[in-house]
């Protein structure tokens, strides 16, 4: 299995921003709906965003929403994750996640229905 690449992580200030990226080799992308999860020590992944095939639809944990953009280039294979307005709790380990049979109905939110993740990217951010 071919793992997704993420990178952008870093360590700022508490307000600060970071853009996140991961790349992608599957194809064709355009096919899959992809996510970015976050887990920090001790605690399970959680979601964080997820964007449709297209990119014409976006959804988000309540922890972010309004600070955080999902975004994808599908013509460079590539999914962002713009994150504003950091604060210390978003601290983290950011993967990116494959959904190779995305719902047609409803954006999936639930780690298990991903079928390929990345190593992740760390994400620090100081009080």
């Known amino acids: 299995q071919v793992q997704l690449v993420e990178s952008g992580g870093g360590l700022v200030q508490a307000g600060g921003s970071l853009r996140l990226s991961c790349a992608a080799s599957r194809s064709p992308f355009n096919r899959y709906a992809m996510g970015w999860f976050r887990q920090a020590p001790g605690k399970e992944r959680e979601f964080v965003a997820a964007?449709?095939?297209?990119?014409?639809?976006?959804a988000y944990t309540d922890s972010v929403k309004g600070r955080f953009t999902i975004s994808r280039d599908n013509a460079k294979n590539l999914v962002y994750l713009q994150m504003n307005s950091l604060k210390p709790e978003d601290t983290a380990v950011y993967s990116c996640?494959?959904?190779?049979?995305?719902?047609?109905?409803?954006?999936?939110?639930?780690?298990?229905?991903?079928?390929?993740w990345g190593q992740g990217t760390q994400v620090t951010v100081s009080g």
């Open positions: 964007i449709t095939r297209s990119g014409t639809r976006t």
């Open positions: 996640a494959e959904d190779l049979v995305p719902s047609i109905l409803q954006i999936t939110t639930t780690v298990t229905d991903y079928d390929y």
